[in-house]
């Protein structure tokens, strides 16, 4: 029976992760105009084809096959499987990032993901490529969570303090460009959740403090968890209050100067679903992503990236039980991949991202069979100057030494 939300029953606690039955509608009747005051689009010109034609798998193979070499198709790990099913590669954020820049022959990139992913996309390829997003409502509430006018705002209460001099900003991947863009203006670079420990130890190298946009959770996670600072080296600025809601002592006190944002996903999981996780199914391994809550990560056994959650599972002994801290479509795709493993979603209640959902079959064939007729749909381009800086920043992550995704 679908619940409220159009979904259908997913058991949440063994390997017996039920697909959602397909939804009745296509998800959405947005995505095709900028919305300018976020990270998404707001409308679409509605020549989806319906989510109930039943041709629609031999539609999208029949436009992949044509367009050929001239396609390459990204799916972020959090994607439905009716789309990463068409994807040439899987990965996370960082991984996608470099897909994107090692293929200068495809003259279209689809990227199954979000916003921001695009935009990053977008400014490692050359300009003769398109990269197009099947569903501009795919934003990332995270990304939407900083700006660039409030961050110009910090940063000026930072001058005022007297420390913007020494400190270096680091921008998570879930950014704006214009974010990315200043921090490679400022000295600093982009990091993702598989190297944000490597680029804190090079920001430390480069400067006094780090100011990291906007996950508060994967920054304090970093620094105390991973570079050994202490709970008071950190403070939150909250970029709705005067001075971040601190005093200009507790910014200079400060060693790593925390964004008030969060992810609307990992953020949801708490300490109490741990301890009714071990519970619930004796001898329980937890992991979790890095953006989950300092309380989640200090109670889980592993805490790692996409790409490590992957590489663990993938390695663990038959029959051995986790208990999984990410977003759902990747822990369902799991529990199905690894049948020989107990494998359960950490939360009880069943939580995908939303805006990772959006891109769906639909929207897939139509932006391939638009391809095809000649039309570039969604396409995502950042303006030139934005690019050129956000390129300094992204081209600063991808110098670092690679991330490491192995099991532990
Ligand atoms: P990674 O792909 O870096 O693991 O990030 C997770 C995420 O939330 C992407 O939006
Ligand atoms: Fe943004 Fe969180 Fe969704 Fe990732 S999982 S796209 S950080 S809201």
């Known amino acids: 029976m679908p619940d409220s939300a159009g979904w259908g029953t997913i058991t949440l606690v063994t390997g017996l992760l039920h697909e959602p039955q397909p939804t009745p509608l296509a998800l959405l009747l947005l995505g095709q105009d900028a919305d300018p005051g976020s990270e998404r689009g707001v ?18 193979a029949a436009a992949k096959a044509a367009l050929g070499d001239r396609l390459f198709i990204l799916g972020h790990h959090y ?24 293929h200068p022959a495809a003259e279209f990139i689809v990227f199954c993901g979000v916003h921001f992913m695009a935009e990053s996309a977008d400014i490692l390829t050359a300009d003769n490529q398109k990269v197009i997003l099947p569903d501009l409502a ?36 879930n950014s704006t460009a214009a974010i990315k863009a200043f921090t490679g203006r400022h000295g600093g670079a ?42 008071t080296d950190c403070v939150v600025f909250n970029p709705r209050k005067p001075l971040g809601g601190r005093t200009a002592d507790q910014l200079r006190d400060a060693k790593v100067i925390l964004w008030k944002g969060h992810c609307s996903v990992h953020g949801r999981f708490t300490a109490d679903c741990v301890d009714d996780v071990r519970e619930r199914i004796p001898g329980v391994t937890v992991i979790v992503h890095p953006e989950c809550t300092y309380e989640v990560v200090t109670k889980a056994d592993i805490v790692g990236s996409t790409e490590k959650i992957i590489a663990t599972i993938a390695a663990a ?36 991202c939303s805006t990772m959902n959006r891109i769906d079959l639909p929207h897939l064939v139509w932006v391939l069979e638009s391809l095809i007729a000649g039309t570039v749909v969604n396409q995502i381009e950042v303006d030139p100057e934005t690019a ?21």
């Open 43 to 60: 409308e679409c010109p509605g020549a989806l084809p319906a989510a109930s034609d039943p041709d629609l798998v031999d539609r999208a």
């Open 317 to 352: 002994p038959p029959g051995s039980a986790w208990a999984i801290g990410t977003e759902l479509n990747l822990v369902k795709r799991l529990a199905q991949n690894h049948p020989d493993k107990t494998i359960a979603y950490l939360d009880k209640s069943v939580c995908f």
């Open 79 to 102: 994607q439905r499987n009716e789309v990463i099913d068409f994807a040439d590669v899987t990965g996370d954020s960082f991984k996608l990032a470099q897909q994107a820049a090692a």
């Open 138 to 173: 795919a934003g990332c509430s995270m990304a939407d969570m900083a700006n660039i006018v409030q961050v110009e705002h910090c940063w000026e209460d930072l001058e005022q303090a007297g420390i913007a001099e020494v400190t270096i900003p680091i921008t998570y991947m």
């Open 190 to 231: 982009v990091c993702t959740s598989s190297n944000a420990e490597r680029s804190m130890r090079w920001a430390f190298e480069q400067g006094e403090k780090v100011l990291f946009l906007p996950d508060q959770h994967l920054g304090r996670n970093t620094a105390v968890r991973e570079l050994g600072l202490e709970l």
């Open 388 to 408: 050129k800086w956000a390129k300094v920043s992204l081209d600063r992550m991808l110098a670092l030494p690679g991330p490491d995704a192995k099991a532990d």
